[in-house]
């Protein structure tokens, strides 16, 4: 067991001083934890008081490759020395390397590029579209899905509380509980142009799509000229131990989208294969199941542990929020989704050492906050 003092963080005058600053001048929107944090290297960060914190979730699964990966360091450093920016007017060498590597990779084609997730998801929705001119407007999502925040890819999220004091929503997009291929068949009609869904929920849980999911919406969308589009964005780039979430399933979609960790570039490409990173996802994963295994056979708590490499699902019987707290005053970084999930996406080169650490420090806080049901 990590010996570590539980105690809530300490706020020191710097971060008073910043949590001040952000009361005064940035909108509220997010939640935030009373810590600032100023450094990171690998699974660790520091926060402004000096403290070190094992970090299972960088930066909401952007930071695959852990915080601040030395190759991807080099690489932006030299670039934005070069040229910091240029429009779409021009070439430029290494964009359409990286369109190479990613089609290579992938299932081959061309690559669109944009800035977000989000944005990825806008331009699949506008591909969909574009293919009939407007004639085939439709799009089928699942419920449990998430997209994104601008109104197209929000609109295409099946999730209430996303859409509550945004509405109308854009018009057009229809849902499905996910894994129900009779649903998917029964909303299709001679407006659906296509089908949009993540082949593992992220935000929703972390939870696979079931055997024959993927592979029924293949074959529908074959047989009634539907585009097939996989949101990657939390999935792909090498998360699961594969490039893309879908070589998992054995099913290739018409149209990927892609964002969070794919924006470190060549040089996060190169840095997976130099150093044998998708290997490494597969062991450190079979580390995490039977960690996480043993916790379940100990805590009744512990409702089911969902492991897809570095994409990982610890379902609780009871609220996750008190859990993330727990972690956090064990100086360990975690997430709660769907109310009580404790989602970790853990960096690609975590080391052995550190899975454990964060394993034995996420099994105390889930097992102080059982205690107290
Ligand atoms: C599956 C999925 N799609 C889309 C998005 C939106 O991506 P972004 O935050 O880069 O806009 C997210 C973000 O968490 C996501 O998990």
Redo the contacts with the bound molecule.
């Keep these: 067991m990590a010996t570590i003092d539980s105690a809530a963080p300490a706020i020191g005058p710097h971060t008073r001083s910043v949590i001040e600053t952000f009361g005064r001048y940035v909108v509220p929107n997010y939640r935030r934890f009373p810590v600032c944090l100023v450094r990171g290297e690998g699974s660790r960060v520091w926060d402004a008081e000096g403290a070190e914190y094992l970090d299972l979730f960088p930066g909401?699964?952007c930071n695959l490759l852990g915080h601040c990966p030395a190759p991807v360091v080099r690489a932006v450093q030299e670039q934005v020395a070069k040229l910091i920016h240029v429009p779409n007017s021009w070439y430029i060498e290494p964009q359409g390397e990286w369109a190479r590597l990613l089609s290579e990779r992938s299932f081959g084609g061309q690559a669109f590029f944009c800035n977000?997730?989000?944005?990825a998801?806008e331009a699949a929705i506008k591909l969909v579209r574009l293919r009939t001119n407007g004639e085939r407007h439709k799009i089928i999502t699942f419920q449990g899905g998430?997209?994104?925040?601008t109104m197209g890819?929000l609109s295409a999220t099946a999730q209430p509380k996303y859409h509550e004091g945004l509405g109308p929503m854009v018009a057009g997009f229809q849902y499905a509980p996910h894994g129900d291929l009779v649903a998917v068949e029964r909303l299709i009609d001679d407006k659906t142009g296509g089908i949009l869904v993540?082949p593992i929920l992220?935000?929703g849980g972390v939870v696979p799509a079931p055997p024959g999911f993927l592979e029924g919406l293949r074959k529908i969308a074959d047989d009634r000229d539907l585009l097939l589009v996989f949101?990657e964005?939390?999935c792909g780039c090498g998360r699961t131990g594969e490039w893309f979430a879908h070589q998992r399933f054995g099913v290739v979609p018409d149209v990927m989208?892609l964002?969070?960790s794919l924006c470190a570039g060549i040089a996060a490409i190169r840095m997976i294969e130099d150093e044998g990173l998708l290997e490494h996802v597969t062991r450190a994963a079979e580390l995490f199941r039977t960690r996480l295994e043993s916790l379940k056979e100990r805590c009744p708590g512990v409702r089911a542990v969902r492991v897809l490499g570095m994409m990982i699902g610890v379902e609780l019987a009871f609220e996750g929020a008190p859990v993330v707290q727990a972690a956090l005053e064990r100086r360990l970084l975690v997430n709660c989704t769907q109310g009580n999930v404790m989602r970790l996406l853990p960096a690609m080169n975590i080391t052995p050492a550190e899975v454990e650490e964060g394993c034995d420090r996420l099994a105390a806080a889930i097992l102080d906050v059982a205690g107290r049901q």
């Design positions: 909401w699964g977000s997730g989000t944005e998801n998430f997209h994104g925040r890819s993540e992220g935000e949101d964005v939390q989208t964002a969070k």
